[in-house]
């Protein structure tokens, strides 16, 4: 539905996309590729990034290390942070996936964070929604 005074959308339904944000290590970045691009066909985003959670292998119990002169040293690791939107029925499939090939049992596995999303637009052609997630690319 479109605002008469504005020309912008105003949203009133459910959102049937979701946006995917995987923090999880590097090593990992090539397996979740792989499943986000060839089981569920759709793009995403990838950015290196250093975090901090909760490893305690690398951290003492308050999360934080003494560094020189007694200072509070966070100690930051890196990360892949992997961005994917996709249709709301795939995102529990999907995050299964993807628990599955990024699990490895210590400490820095990651997270996986949802959020709706209410539309998506392809800038080229225009198109909205679910058409504009299609990966299929066809030359025009």
């Not at 596995?109 to 909205?128: L, N, P, S, Y």
Request: charged share 30%; net charge neutral; glycine share 8%.
């Amino acid at each position: 539905m479109k605002s008469q005074l504005t020309g912008m959308h105003i949203y009133t339904t459910r959102c049937p996309m979701k946006r995917l944000i995987i923090v999880t290590r590097k090593e990992k970045l090539d397996d979740i590729k792989k499943i986000i691009q060839e089981k569920y066909s759709c793009g995403m985003t990838v950015t290196q990034v250093e975090g901090v959670g909760n490893q305690a292998d690398f951290q003492d119990s308050e999360g934080v290390r003494l560094g020189k002169n007694n200072q509070l040293d966070i100690i930051l690791m890196p990360k892949v942070r992997i961005e994917a939107v996709v249709m709301d029925n795939q995102t529990e499939p999907l995050i299964e996936d993807i628990c599955q090939a990024a699990r490895t049992g210590r400490y820095g596995d990651g997270k996986i964070f949802v959020e709706d999303v209410i539309d998506a637009i392809r800038i080229r052609t225009g198109e909205r929604g679910e058409d504009a997630l299609n990966t299929t690319y066809t030359q025009k």
